[in-house]
């Protein structure tokens, strides 16, 4: 699956109707972003059951600044609608396949009963 461009008419909908989804903010100025820019569309050509997501942070300032983005780029992960993920930093390959091995495997069931139990603590 190629990389999806993410805007405020389509964001909600990609986080909640996917199972995974890593969504990379980006600016064309920014040469962090260049640099992180490849090593995320190889990722999705490995990955074709994960959606991939870019943010232009300056075509979608409300979007970034919703999201709470402060720097870029910033990787953020959602697994079944829930935020799960989220980093400012260019990732190594190697860093990103991490990240995407221990989503596979996080029971987001159980991830959410830990946040509830303390929440209510």
Do not use: Y
């Amino acid at each position: 699956m190629a990389t999806l461009t993410l805007t405020s008419e389509n964001f909600e909908q990609t986080i909640t109707e996917n199972n995974i989804v890593l969504v990379d903010f980006w600016a064309a100025w920014c040469g962090p972003c260049r640099q992180f820019a490849p090593v995320f569309e190889q990722a999705s050509v490995n990955h074709p059951d994960v959606a991939f997501g870019k943010v232009d942070t300056e075509a979608e300032q409300a979007l970034a600044g919703a999201a709470q983005i402060t720097s870029i780029p910033t990787l953020m992960a959602f697994k079944d609608g829930s935020l799960v993920f989220s980093q400012p930093g260019a990732l190594p390959a190697v860093a990103l396949e991490q990240v995407i091995a221990a989503i596979r495997e996080l029971d987001i069931d159980q991830a959410r009963r830990d946040a509830d139990q303390e929440q209510s603590a």
